[in-house]
């Protein structure tokens, strides 16, 4: 299966406005990703870092990664293996950062209607996630090349495969 695509992903629920600080704590920001991201959502989900699974899906509301331009605040959920965002409405630099390190985001207008803990299905190159009951939920156009780099594990993954192709990263 593609990084576009995935079933079964379990949602955790955040609320709006969900800052780069909270994901990438400053306290935290002088150590290496691993630290880092041990500390992710500390101040709103304390349980999140040590209890996220690879695939699982973080659902929250408009606004997010709003603040700095951080890198870390994206690579801390590739990281902890979150397969995709999906908010009404992203930060514009955490956009652009997050699709760089490979992080997918997914721009759902309905997103608030996807329950804690729920399992959905999403294809972003279809626009769509799937809910339990079979609700599919519209999501905004992703462009290609953005889609691309997502699945080559981020941009600089990508001109890796690119200009030295053969080798890894």
Partial sequence: MSASRAAGARAWRLGAD????????GHAMKHGIEVIAAHCLESVRPEFAAGVRPGDVVVAGPNFGIGSSREQAASVLVHLGVAAVVAPSFSGLYFRNAFNVGMLLLTCAEAGAIAEGERI?????????????GE????????????DMVEAGGLLAQLQQRFHPGTSS
């Fill in 18 to 25: 969900v800052d780069t600080d909270a994901l990438a704590p």
């Fill in 121 to 133: 299905a999403f294809d972003a190159r279809a626009g769509r996630v799937v809910r339990e009951g």
């Fill in 136 to 147: 599919v939920l519209a999501c905004e156009p992703i462009a290609g090349f953005l889609l």
